[in-house]
């Protein structure tokens, strides 16, 4: 059973556009959404995270939405640039139990330039 | 600060042979983890540990082991290394709501 499911699996956006990845969860007991950014040979850096009793998170040109009724949420990235291109995950924790950070397969992003 | 550190960065492993990946965290973080990353498959958890002492199975813990003696160090034990046990490994450290620091990853091919 997948507890987070992640699409698209991979995505092409104009340089400037708007780039979207959305994510869904199972476990209601998750309290801890972050999205992590991947680039070739290197380990998953946490890019940006929300709680479930937000709706929105802004950092920058990055943005999570939460839909906690839904038990859904988003990344959006605005003004995508193709520093952008690399393979981002969703992700989903309990940080009251053990911080167990459970992964959605990926979204491999490019950015045409 | 190091952060996580990885030893070694790859491996080449023979069928049936055993090794250990090294995990090593200065940050005086409690929790550890390690995950194995296959292609378009995203990371599985193969261990965690809460605390020096404590250990516990992820979702992918079958031909591995681990032990936790310290807060710093967390090594992975493959044992009769398999083919299928080829991938990326990675390891990490984090406090609760951190979101994790990853290593660098050690990349093991069994052949």
């Known amino acids: 059973q997948q507890q987070v499911k992640q699409s698209p699996q991979s995505l092409i956006v104009q340089k400037g556009g708007i780039s979207i990845i959305n994510c869904a969860y199972e476990?209601?007991?998750?309290?801890?959404f972050p999205w992590y950014q991947q680039f070739p040979g290197k380990g998953p850096a946490l890019l940006i995270a929300?709680?479930?009793?937000?709706s929105e998170k802004k950092e920058g040109r990055f943005t999570i939405s939460f839909n906690k009724s839904a038990k859904q949420f988003s990344l959006h990235i605005m003004d995508s640039q193709p520093g952008d291109s690399a393979t981002y995950f969703c992700?989903?924790?309990?940080?009251?139990?053990?911080?167990?950070?459970?992964f959605g397969k990926g979204t491999r992003l490019h950015i045409l330039p | 600060n190091a952060g996580v550190t990885q030893t070694p960065k790859f491996r080449i492993l023979k069928i049936g042979q055993s090794m250990t990946l090294q995990c090593t965290q200065d940050?005086?973080?409690?929790?550890m983890y390690w995950y194995r990353q296959d292609p378009g498959m995203g990371l599985k958890l193969i261990y965690y540990?809460?605390?020096?002492?404590?250990?516990d199975k992820g979702e992918v813990p079958n031909g591995y082991n681990v032990s936790r003696s310290t807060t710093e160090d967390f090594p992975l034990r493959l044992e009769l290394a398999a083919p299928s046990q080829t991938s990326v490994y990675f390891c990490?450290?984090?406090?609760?709501?951190?979101?994790?620091?990853f290593g660098p990853g050690t990349r093991l091919t069994v052949l």
């Open positions: 990490a450290s984090s406090y609760p709501g951190s979101g994790g620091f």
């Open positions: 476990n209601t007991a998750f309290d801890y």
């Open positions: 929300i709680r479930p009793d937000v």
């Open positions: 992700a989903a924790s309990n940080t009251g139990r053990d911080d167990k950070i459970i």
């Open positions: 940050m005086n973080h409690n929790y």
């Open positions: 540990s809460v605390g020096a002492g404590i250990t």
